[in-house]
């Protein structure tokens, strides 16, 4: 049985004009220039000092762009764009009050990411907020009730925000206003996929390519796993023999333990690394590396095939719950 998102909350901005692609590959840190019609992207907003102010999906229609951001950048980039809109040829309009949003689960999708089409005034994109293969709806406000009714009809149920909240934890999708802020720099993320470094001259450009050419940065986005059944409050420190490496960002309860994503300080932030949170032993992770290598069923004992580090006081080792592998 699928589960289905309630994300009508989401900012959509429409831009359009003949200058509309021109003005958004100028305000973004992806080849929003690139686009066809039924193509799209995910992009960073900057400030010029290459600090992330707002992040969005850019979706290309034949006719406009639209803009799906987290609602507390709604009104951010409707006046931050607006700023920016000197002789062009471009018009923003808000129309998230006028249209809806929904996202549901489709483990058999096989799109293309952000690819899209429209049929009968319904927008399906591969699109999704958890990180697991989804497609998410957005249409006009008065065709959200024959949706929902046909979303009925095939099984699909509602989702709650904590389960929606403890899906893009697990598959390590940091989000705007909660893992990332607006101190936070692009290579920071992980989020590589929202980055174009061949794109051409944009605003905080400048200090992306200072970072990406001096090779790396002092912190990282990383997830991380660790056993029980209480997540860590953001804030929570990260410590290695007695050393602040970082903090939690975000953490939620998973039916095989916990799963949370943290900023961490280099050289903590690898796969395999073992640090403490809250007196308790957690393994930190990235997409590209999926957790559940710390814990061995067979032994019940707390060890790292990556690195065998020695938890908390670097002299022993301790027993911890068994964990049941990556997900």
Known sequence: MNSFYELSARGRIEVTGEDRARLLHAMTTNHVQGLQSGQGLYAFFLSAQGR?????VVLCFADRLL?????????FLLEHLDRYIIADDATLEDVTESTFCLEVEHPESNLSPFSHSTVDGITTAAVSATGAPSVRYYGPITAKAALLARLA???????????LEAARISHFVPRFGTDITDATLPQETQLTHALHFQKGCYLGQEIVERVRSRGHVNRQLMGFRMAGHHAPQAGAILTSCGKET????????????????AMVRVPHN?????VGIDGRPAEMFHPAVPSGILYSNAHKTYLSPLRRRLFPGCCSQRRVAPWPGPR
């Open 270 to 274: 690898k796969p395999g690394e073992v």
């Open 246 to 261: 970082g903090e939690v960002t975000s953490a939620a309860v998973l039916s095989d333990g916990v799963a949370g994503i």
């Open 153 to 163: 009809a095939t099984g699909a149920v509602p989702a709650t925000a904590e389960q």
């Open 67 to 75: 803009l799906d951001t987290e609602p507390e950048s709604r009104a």
């Open 52 to 56: 992330i102010q707002a992040d969005a």
